[in-house]
């Protein structure tokens, strides 16, 4: 099968869909994958280093699309993207469809495009492979550029996050005990923060306190709960996922005179549409802005900040489900693969999830458990 790499163009994205060492592994096995130039440089992988491996360097996105059955790519396409795309082809990317334009869903449907997001892959325990590799590179850098957003520089109220003998500690709240909350979680009490997690599910909270220890006090996520945590905290992190949905709106406008002036919060649901009612994305040109006194950091693709251990992280992780559609094609390999089939949106002109079936009044076919 013919598989492509394209160079991804939305800004501050430095990854790419697969290492070099991913690209030997299909074309030992006797697939061809074109790689568009210098797609992999930001990253660190050269056209040299694909070429080495039995890829074959090309000068265009365009001619990757024309040549590739199987598209794999990062950011979510854009719909000028989207309509460059062949009829039937499989693209497998961060698409986030929840959010999409319902123009660029139609087209989706329209040309048959089979859609694979790699964050809503999900096997039968529960356990999202690409998910959680992004998550738990996010929640760390999370506390890295958060320590820094603390400092004077920086805008901050000029805090060190793990304090210093005689001097207390910032303190650090979570919203999400997933994977992207528990290694920020992690990684702050490594500081010395002061941590607090909340999540809707005890049993999240829990799997945190075994991962992190019982000095991180946790409590269930209601209002009253999520109230006092913004009046304590200079570091507020919204980590909610919900596969493919929506993230909800848990704090509103009036919630951010609860906290004390200068106080950030870091909204790392913004892929999903984010958990503050003031949230909107930002990027690295700009990443923070100011709403009544507190900082907001709403950065989406914060793993493409470490490109190079994130494009490693996503090869290990997506390499299965890439082999399986390329050794047996995209209708086989969604009937044998249920944790595949749950991660596509749309097959064949159909939509595979119910949910957003009626929220963009599409077609929906279920292949048994998506």
């Known amino acids: 099968m013919d598989v492509g790499l394209t160079k991804d163009r939305q800004p501050f994205e430095h990854r790419i869909g697969l290492t070099p060492g991913g690209v030997k592994a299909l074309t030992e096995n006797g697939h061809r994958v074109y790689v568009e130039s ?4 930001e990253a660190g992988f050269s056209d040299e280093a694909y070429t080495a491996v039995g890829g074959t360097i090309v000068y265009s996105a365009e001619e990757v699309l024309l040549r590739s059955q199987v598209v794999i790519r990062v950011s979510p396409p ?10 039937g082809q499989v693209v497998v990317s961060s698409w986030h469809l929840a959010l999409a334009p319902a123009d660029q869903f139609r087209i989706l449907l329209d040309r048959k495009i089979a859609t694979v997001g790699f964050e809503i892959i999900e096997d039968d325990n529960g356990y999202a492979p690409v998910l959680d590799a992004m998550s738990e590179i996010a929640g ?10 603390l400092l004077n520089e920086f805008g901050g109220k000029g805090l060190l996050a793990g304090g210093s003998p005689g001097i207390p500690p910032a303190s650090l709240a979570i919203v ?41 006090p946790t409590l269930l996520s209601t209002r009253h709960n999520l109230e006092k945590a913004l009046a304590f905290s200079d570091l507020f992190l919204f980590a909610v996922s919900l596969h493919g949905e929506r993230a909800p709106i848990l704090m509103d406008r009036k919630m951010l005179g609860l906290m004390k002036p200068r106080s950030i919060i870091m909204d790392l649901s913004i892929d999903q549409g984010g958990c503050c009612e003031t949230s909107h994305p930002t990027d690295f040109s700009n990443p923070t802005y100011e709403v009544d006194g507190i900082t907001h950091f709403c950065v989406p693709n914060l793993p493409s900040t470490a490109s190079r251990a994130s ?21 086989q390999a969604v009937r044998d693969n249920s944790a ?19 929220a963009f009044d599409a077609p929906y076919q279920s292949l048994g458990d998506a």
């Open 38 to 41: 210098t797609a992999g440089d």
């Open 78 to 87: 854009t719909l000028s993207e989207c309509e460059q795309f062949q009829p």
């Open 140 to 149: 760390r850098l999370a506390v890295i550029i958060g320590s820094g957003l």
């Open 176 to 216: 999400g005990a997933g994977t992207l909350g528990s290694a920020a979680a992690e990684s702050a009490r490594g500081l010395g923060t002061h941590v607090v997690a909340l999540d809707s599910d005890v049993n999240a909270l829990r799997r945190l306190q075994e991962r992190v220890g019982k000095d991180v």
């Open 311 to 331: 494009t490693r992280a996503l090869t290990n992780a997506i390499q299965p489900f890439i082999e399986e559609i390329a050794d047996k094609g995209i209708d």
């Open 340 to 358: 595949l089939r749950r991660g596509t949106y749309t097959y064949g002109g159909f939509c595979l999830r119910e949910r957003l079936a009626r």
